[in-house]
């Protein structure tokens, strides 16, 4: 069992920059894959960024050169940060963790992240 927190969101105007943040307890951080999703009004969850365990990395398009996704596992956090926002960035941003093995995965409450001039 995971449980993961996210924080960071807020209100930001476009251009502007956030760094979210996702704290997992419960389990053994460091074997999880982890992903970062966001889900706009009307609109599916879609999958924003992602880290396995071994530091690998992927992007949606959408935000390929303006997010950064990292981990620091001796503090059981996995980070997103954003740069560049645009008003389509306007979302509920959800961490979710993946269990290497088992057919397993944890989400967090989400934060919400909103531009605004």
């Known amino acids: 069992q995971v449980q993961l927190v996210e924080s960071g969101g807020g209100l930001v105007q476009p251009g502007g920059s956030l760094r979210l943040s996702c704290a997992a307890s419960g389990s053994i951080f460091s074997i999880y894959a982890m992903g970062w999703y966001r889900q706009a009004p009307g609109k599916q969850r879609e999958l924003v960024a992602s880290?396995?365990?071994?530091?690998?990395?992927n992007y949606a398009d959408s935000v390929k050169g303006r997010f950064t996704i990292s981990r620091d596992n001796a503090k059981n956090t996995v980070y997103l940060q954003m740069n560049s926002l645009k008003p389509e960035d306007t979302a509920v941003y959800y961490c979710?963790?993946?269990?290497?093995?088992?057919?397993?995965?944890?989400w967090g409450q989400g934060t919400q992240v909103t531009l605004s001039s």
């Open positions: 880290i396995t365990s071994g530091g690998s990395t």
């Open positions: 979710r963790a993946d269990h290497p093995f088992l057919d397993r995965h944890y």
